[in-house]
């Protein structure tokens, strides 16, 4: 075989092998990464892997209500974890944990995964907002695992509109009540104006006139 020929040989054989080794990226507990926007925070500690972390806040600046973290937590690990906390170093933010059902703790299953925030889902909602970050600010959260310890990442502040609108806060607050208005005046049929005359609403006009003469 010619040099030529077995160059080109080869490099056929290195595309075969990258487009097998890609394949089987895409087949594990990983595959659904490739449906996660690239910019979310992602961070990997031992057996315990956290992608698209993101910290949502109420759709509309300005408005005081609860937020909430999302992520996706998975576990490759032989042995379930729970999910004891999720602080937010540099606030007064409180994390409130839900699993998806009953009242336990947040379980990541033996190589498996949970999924925090969306419907049906487990939730972790900061309590009262959280006032120290503004939208497209990068705040820190730390998840507390039961064998791993603290995971810490930085997870990117978003509001709850378009795609992350359907992992936003559940509880919306309600619009202000519109106070009743206090210009409303009484106007009564009639109108009394008092001149200082009495003016009847008739007049008697007699029909003939009496003539007395002085003399007669």
Known sequence: MSRSL???????????IS????????????????????????????????QNALVITQPDPGVVGPAVVSATVFNNGRTRQTIDSITLPGTVGTVKLKAAEGDGPI??????????????????TIEGGLREARNGDAQK?????SKTGDVALSAFVVPAKSY?????????????????????????SGTATP???????????????????AGH
């Open 6 to 16: 077995r160059r080109g040989a080869l490099a056929a054989t290195a595309v075969v």
């Open 195 to 213: 001149s200082g005359t009495a003016t009847p609403s008739g007049t008697a006009t007699p029909t003939g006139e009496a003539s007395h003469a």
């Open 19 to 50: 487009i097998a080794a890609l394949s089987a990226c895409g087949a594990g507990n990983d595959a659904q990464t490739l449906e996660i926007r690239p910019d979310n925070a992602a961070v990997t500690v031992d057996d315990v892997k956290i």
């Open 164 to 188: 992350f609108k359907e992992y936003g806060p559940a509880e919306l607050p309600k619009p202000p009540a519109t106070a009743p208005s206090a210009t409303a005046t009484t106007t009564p």
């Open 107 to 124: 379980v990541v299953p033996a190589g498996g995964s949970v999924v925090i925030g969306g419907q049906g889902n487990a939730t972790a």
């Open 141 to 145: 959260v730390v998840f507390k695992l």
